[in-house]
């Protein structure tokens, strides 16, 4: 295959819905060089796949993207439009939490038996949209962890230096991982 | 009289180098690099643009040379955990260790060459006493060889042309035994360097292609599989051999002039290559990533008091891609300490290339490209830079694997959000193994490793189908569990009655891992002595990495079972013997198998002796799912309950939230209307069993201060929270007050 080589979106639809076949994935991997044109393809594949009309920026998981809203903010957002809110704050805070702690409720996720991680040195975190109850991560960690960011992209670099496409609303303080504004927030709420 | 025997080869003092030494050379090599941000200085690739046949021709024999080496020398002579299976490699380097071509293998075994190469231009090799065309250096160090553990061992011949070291010749591959305190190949329960067994800093064994007598002695004393490792150390020998011929036939051909620009123009086509694939796959950004591995030794390390201990190693990086390629960087990871875990620099680098070179290289030469685009921050202290010198490196593989997943899975998650879906799938690097010693009814010693469940494992789930058994290796692209004859022959009293996938045994997603792999050993007339121990990746005490992949759960740890003092032989008269730990577990249940001691070990256990008719089960290789279970298409689900890939029903209705009903033939079919409800009722629980996050972490924060947490995950925060750049992320996240720490009161 060519190296200038422009992937179908029907291909790209197949790959997000999980019904390509091995052979059309095969030869998908077997690219010397990907298909430049990829990124736009595949947001306008999942722009038609998702019920509202904010711009989609970058995918981060199977349900949640950064989008730029109506308000031209750019937030984290699941399939069912809940927002999380800035994208350089960790979506994880916006969810709800479900923590196993037991060997009980470990059990219920990891089988057979001896799979199971051991309580005191691990828990098991479920982080779940509030509004459709996605399940978005799961966090296996020792309890106390500081919930983790996964991915904090660099949108401005990304579209500027990798894609050759500015986005409209470059700034200088889009890449900076905010979390702490809000943990701030809450231990003040905390102490009164 | 006694008659003294003449020498018959007297070897001739050694020529002074004429050329420049190795230690201008590296100086040489690192001023180019540096000052110019090319591999040394290349700025244009002038014999590739002037006559690119010629320049692939050059290249294309270097290439066949050690692709010829692997795959004669390994039948030349070799045990069977090197003709087998997939570690063995060998490779070809610059004069200053930078990898110029590499056969199939462990290709991240290359980034230890530059190490020892360093080391001996450090220390004069070539000085005193001088390095000559076939010289035989050994190497086994992790601190001057940046070996990733003893275990592995590492032949390198010079190639001199001239007065003047031109490059290296290198084979390795990881002993059947190599001869430390706890037999087997990666010594569990070492404290320091001292119990790590055959440790060699690079030193010569050899001149002129071939080792010395005294050579022979080193295997046959200080291992226990001397046989296999004399046969493996000829099979290094002989397939470097091979590539020294190979390149002063290239030398002849080409001429010096020639190889020497062509080595520096291949290495800086790579990286950038390299650089450009990731910028071409990548999304700029910071990906972090987590893992923790216990390590159980209190009340095992009675002798050494100092190392009676548990420690949790918090295994930490973070990815950022740059204009030079990208930072890993590891500042937050545990400290070093007296246990076998603890990296190297170089023996880190072996894990974290893993990912990066099949990331990124796959289109271009396998060379030092890799090492020059992947900046590495170690923080000196840390378990991958330990600020004493003697640390032992026997197991650094069960946890730096972990890191290597931290960074290939920073990978899967940009090919994901960039598009590339195809290349978007879960890193697991769970793996087992088990290793020990024995001596026969006749007296015969010996030593062994089975590495079966290191050779092929499950791959993770990929972002868009379930993941494969057996077929990952993420340090090999020969995925292979090895043949069991093979190692049956290896252990004279080990028999397997089972060698199979065990069912239910991944990482849970709405597509899962590949399930992993369960053996039952059965031990039968072990004669005077038989016992093992078993080094493992992710324990199932923890999962081997932290993080699942969008909403999945990461993928179980190993674990073993030892069922000692059965009534096996009734079991065989019946033809009912269990296959795999599931079995061995239900059949111990129903009381089919009867056991005196039956321990089931989720942590390191020390070295279990077995006897006539005892069992050792073992499990390991499974990997993460991708996605929400609940959106698993319930088809699937069925298929699994009937293809017996998930064999309990329960279990598997409540994670993915499907009904079904069995008819008589025990066939499972969809009820799809139940199903939907289940899943409405699922997620309803959800909500109704979570917090809001800003409660929560009030919760989890109240036990922060409180420091409510066990010994080992206390002094895990003790130790992570020396170094300022996790210290910084874990007050910002807890806001606890400036005095907050984690010291000993």
């Not at chain 1, 509202?52 to 903010?73: E, F, P, S, T």
């Not at chain 1, 905010?178 to 009164?192: F, H, I």
């Not at chain 2, 065990?502 to 039968?524: M, Q």
Request: glycine share 8%.
């Amino acid at each position: 295959m060519a190296s200038e080589a422009s992937i179908s979106k029907e291909l790209i639809s197949q790959l997000v819905e999980g019904t390509i076949d091995d052979d059309n994935a095969t030869r998908l991997q077997r690219l010397p060089r990907k298909d430049q044109d990829r990124f736009m393809n595949y947001c306008a594949v999942l722009q038609a796949r998702v019920s509202w009309q904010d711009q989609i920026l970058l995918r981060l998981g199977d349900k949640l993207y950064v989008v730029r809203n109506a308000a031209n903010q750019r937030v984290v957002k699941c399939d069912c439009g809940h927002e999380f809110g800035d994208y350089r704050q960790n979506w994880k805070l916006g969810c709800k939490v479900r923590v196993r702690r037991t060997l009980a409720e470990m059990r219920e996720v990891y089988d057979p038996a001896p799979a199971c991680p051991e309580p005191g040195w691990q828990e098991v975190r479920e982080f779940f949209c509030p509004d459709c109850a996605a399940q978005h991560s799961v966090e296996v960690v020792a309890p106390g962890y500081p919930v983790v960011f996964e991915m904090l992209p660099d949108l401005d670099k990304f579209y500027r230096d990798y894609l050759g496409q500015p986005l409209p609303d470059e700034a200088g303080d889009w890449y900076a991982d905010r979390t702490a504004d809000l943990t701030q927030r809450w231990a003040a709420s905390a102490a009164g | 009289m006694a008659v003294v025997n003449e020498r018959k080869h007297v070897v001739p003092s050694r020529p002074v180098n004429t050329g420049p030494t190795l230690r201008q050379q590296v100086s040489e090599r690192d001023r180019l690099t540096e000052e110019t941000g090319h591999y040394y200085g290349i700025a244009d690739l002038s014999l590739r643009d002037a006559d690119p046949i010629k320049y692939e021709r050059f290249y294309n024999k270097l290439h066949a040379a050690v692709l010829a080496a692997r795959e004669s020398a390994r039948f030349v002579a070799a045990s069977p955990g090197s003709r087998e299976m997939g570690e063995c490699l060998w490779g070809i380097t610059t004069p200053e260790g930078d990898t110029l071509a590499v056969s199939m293998g462990f290709l991240s075994h290359t980034a230890i060459f530059p190490v020892a190469i360093r080391y001996m231009a450090d220390n004069d090799y070539d000085v005193n006493d001088g390095i000559e065309d076939g010289d035989v250096y050994a190497v086994s160090d992790g601190k001057t060889g940046g070996v990733p553990h003893p275990g592995d061992f590492y032949t390198f011949t010079a190639i001199c042309h001239e007065g003047e070291v031109l490059g290296w010749a290198v084979g390795i591959n990881h002993l059947m035994e190599n001869g430390a305190p706890v037999a087997g190949s990666w010594a569990t329960f070492s404290v320091d360097t001292f119990m790590d067994g055959l440790v060699c800093p690079p030193m010569r064994t050899g001149r002129k292609l071939h080792q010395e007598s005294w050579w022979k002695a080193i295997w046959e004393r200080r291992t226990r599989a001397s046989t296999m490792n004399i046969l493996d150390d000829k099979m290094r020998l002989a397939g470097c051999a091979m590539i020294n011929n190979a390149t002063h036939d290239l030398l002849a051909e080409f001429g010096a002039e020639y190889y020497k620009r062509a080595i520096r123009e291949v290495i800086e086509e790579s990286r950038r290559m390299i650089v450009d694939n990731m910028r071409a796959l990548m999304v700029p950004g910071t990906y972090n990533g987590c893992a923790f591995r216990l390590v159980k030794y209190e009340g095992l390390q009675n002798v050494w008091s100092h190392a009676n201990k548990n420690t949790l190693i918090h295994v930490r990086a973070s990815v950022e891609p740059n204009e030079k390629g990208l930072m890993l960087d590891t500042e937050g990871s545990s400290r070093w300490g007296y246990h076998s875990y603890n990296a190297t620099p170089g023996g880190a680098d072996a894990a974290v290339f893993l990912g990066m070179i099949n990331s990124f290289a796959h289109n271009t030469k396998v060379t030092a490209g890799i090492e020059l685009a992947v900046q590495r921050h170690y923080a000196l202290g840390s378990i991958y830079n330990p600020d004493y010198e003697f640390t032992s490196n026997a197991n650094l593989w069960a946890q730096t694997v972990a890191l290597n997943s931290i960074g290939f899975n920073a990978v899967s998650r940009a090919t994901f959000s960039r598009g590339y879906m195809e290349e978007a799938f879960t890193i697991d690097g769970n793996w087992g193994a088990f290793q020990g010693a024995g001596t026969t009814a006749d007296g015969t010693s010996y030593g062994f490793t089975n590495f079966e469940w290191l050779g092929g494992t499950g791959r993770g789930a990929w972002c868009y189908k379930d993941g494969e058994p057996l077929v990952w290796a993420a340090w090999s692209q020969i995925a292979t569990i090895g043949d069991a004859e093979e190692f049956e022959a290896c252990v004279p009293p080990l028999f397997y009655l089972g060698r199979k996938l065990l069912p239910g045994y991944f990482g849970y997603g709405k597509y899962r891992g590949g399930p992993g792999n369960s053996a039952v050993h059965w031990c039968v007339e072990p004669g005077k002595h038989v016992a093992l121990t078993r080094p493992n990746g992710g324990l199932s005490c923890t999962t081997s990495v932290g993080l699942g992949m969008s909403g999945a759960y990461p993928g179980p740890g190993s674990f073993m079972i030892s069922a000692r003092g059965t009534n096996l032989p009734e079991l065989i008269k019946e033809g009912e013997t269990p296959r795999d730990a599931r079995e061995l577990l239900a059949q111990v249940d129903s009381g089919q198998l009867t056991v005196e001691n039956l321990e089931i070990w989720k942590t390191d256990c020390p070295e279990l002796a077995l006897h006539d008719h005892d069992l050792f089960v073992d499990a390991a290789g499974s990997s993460g799912g991708w996605g929400d279970p609940l959106d698993r298409n319930p088809q699937l689900v069925i298929a699994d309950l009937n293809d017996g890939v998930a064999p309990d029903y329960d279990f598997v209705s409540n994670m993915h939230g499907v009904v079904a009903t069995q008819n008589a033939d025990g066939d499972w079919t969809l009820d799809a209307a139940a199903t939907t409800a289940k899943r409405t009722a699922l997620r309803k629980a959800r909500l109704d069993e979570s917090l809001p996050a800003a409660d929560w972490w009030q919760q989890e924060r109240n036990k922060v201060l409180a420091k409510d947490f066990v010994p080992e995950v206390h002094e895990m925060y003790s130790q992570s929270l020396s170094f300022a750049k996790f210290d910084g992320e874990f007050r910002r996240f807890w806001q606890v007050p400036a005095e907050f720490n984690f010291s000993k009161e």
